[in-house]
């Protein structure tokens, strides 16, 4: 889902590769295209409070602005292949180290302060020391060794940053947005290589927006949708499920046992790590999707009505859930770290509990509906309580 943000970009590029007199044929207003775009997306951001989002855009039109009042002479101009050739460096540094750095709110001194230092860098750049500078240190130019190969030492510059990308996506386990910083930097990139086509920085900052909007939206859903303690879907989702819920299909209620005695002799964030626990082990087991229906319940909704299966899928979760071994930190643990490696070096200060869940399932009747089917599964909760917890009861 969050690979969608490529898209436009894709589109782009498929676009210029395979038929690029369809995208020679558009006429696009320049730089009115721009500003709508990026403005569009600085709206819908600053409405959802996303502020976030508004330093990529800054970050965008200041590289648009550059390219548009430092490249649109013809590059045998010295001054004007100097900026070329230190156009990708910076867009990749600035790129990285707004990834790297936590962002400050935006409404703060430091925010607006980073906000302009964002749209303004790169036309740092127009100023000739600096741009003088980046071409005599120019990484590309370096790269393409004997300096015959111009292209071969942008492309090694490309692998390279694309490598800290992909290192830094894969490790920070990427959302949406992560993804469309990259779409971002991408598109800047293939305009540096496609600089001859038309417009190409006006479909680049096109192709920026657009990743940029679909992850707005992702995290948008995200909000509305993903319960944020156990990332399963919750209560809105599962209602909107059960409106299409199948002819055969089943739902199951479950909840954790005496929860509230466990809060209360653990604490809260505890009850909160079995809470993400069993949204793990909810994922890790197929069959079925899980939703979060609220507080300590959790329902599980099944596309058949097959009996034998549907035991054997439910068992299977209460008995994970009942062997997991759930390591506690020691209340009394020091609160320096010097006295608690002391301590920790005489003996273990972990202690591991185990918690046990209730399972009320039913089959979906032809007369159901969503109310009716929840109603009747949270019965059957209610009874593999009263019949001693920790067990499934699946009747209709
Ligand atoms: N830590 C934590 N506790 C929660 C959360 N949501 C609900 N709870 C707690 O879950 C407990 C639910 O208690 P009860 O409904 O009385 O049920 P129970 O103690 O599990 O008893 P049985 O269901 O009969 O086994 C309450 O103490 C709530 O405060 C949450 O997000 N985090």
């Known amino acids: 889902m969050s690979l969608v943000v490529f898209l436009p970009l894709v589109v782009w590029v498929v676009l210029g590769f395979f038929?690029?007199?369809?995208?020679?044929?558009?006429?696009?207003?320049?730089?009115?295209?721009?500003?709508?775009?990026l403005g569009l997306v600085t709206l819908i951001a600053g409405f959802f409070r996303q502020w976030q989002w508004l330093y990529w855009c800054a970050w965008t039109a200041g590289f648009y602005a550059l390219i548009q009042l430092g490249l649109q002479q013809p590059l045998s101009q010295q001054h004007v292949s100097v900026l070329y050739e230190a156009l990708p460096v910076w867009l990749s540094l600035t790129a990285l180290l707004l990834v790297f750095i936590k962002l400050p709110v935006l409404l703060s001194p430091r925010g607006f302060l980073l906000l302009a230092a964002v749209g303004l860098s790169p036309l740092l750049l127009l100023t000739a020391p600096v741009a003088a500078a980046l071409a005599i240190l120019n990484p590309t130019e370096m790269l393409s060794l004997s300096g015959e190969l111009p292209g071969i030492g942008l492309a090694l510059w490309m692998i390279a940053m694309g490598g800290i990308w992909a290192t830094v996506l894969l490790y920070k386990n990427a959302s949406a947005f992560r993804w469309s910083q990259l779409v971002a930097w991408l598109s800047f990139m293939i305009f540096v290589v496609g600089i001859e086509q038309t417009d190409a920085s006006t479909w680049a900052v096109l192709a920026i927006s657009g990743g940029l909007l679909l992850a707005l939206a992702d995290r948008m859903l995200k909000l509305a949708y993903i319960d944020e303690l156990t990332g399963l879907p919750q209560r809105r989702a599962l209602m909107s499920e059960l409106q299409h819920l199948r002819?055969?299909?089943?739902?199951?209620?479950?909840?954790?046992?005496?929860?509230?005695?466990?809060?209360?002799?653990?604490?809260?964030?505890?009850?909160?790590?079995?809470?993400?626990?069993?949204?793990?082990?909810?994922?890790?087991?197929?069959?079925?999707?899980?939703?979060?229906?609220?507080?300590?319940?959790?329902?599980?909704?099944?596309?058949?009505?097959?009996?034998?299966?549907?035991?054997?899928?439910?068992?299977?979760?209460?008995?994970?859930?009942?062997?997991?071994?759930?390591?506690?930190?020691?209340p009394s643990r020091p609160e320096t770290s010097g006295k608690g490696k002391e301590k920790r070096g005489k003996q273990s200060n972990k202690k591991t509990v185990k918690v046990t869940i209730s399972l009320g399932a039913t089959t979906k009747l032809p007369t159901d509906t969503p109310d009716s089917i929840l109603k009747r599964a949270d019965e059957n909760l209610y009874a593999a309580k009263k019949a001693g917890r920790n067990r499934v009861v699946l009747k209709n």
């Not at 558009?26 to 500003?35: F, G, Q, R």
């Not at 079925?288 to 097959?306: D, M, P, Q």
């Open 247 to 330: 002819k055969r299909s089943a739902v199951c209620m479950l909840d954790v046992d005496h929860f509230k005695k466990f809060n209360d002799r653990y604490g809260h964030e505890v009850g909160d790590q079995v809470l993400r626990l069993l949204g793990s082990i909810l994922k890790s087991v197929s069959g079925f999707k899980a939703y979060r229906y609220g507080g300590e319940e959790f329902t599980l909704v099944f596309s058949h009505n097959n009996e034998e299966k549907l035991k054997d899928v439910l068992e299977t979760v209460r008995s994970k859930v009942a062997n997991y071994p759930l390591t506690l930190r020691d």
């Open 19 to 37: 038929a690029p007199t369809v995208l020679a044929d558009v006429i696009l207003p320049v730089p009115e295209s721009v500003i709508a775009s």
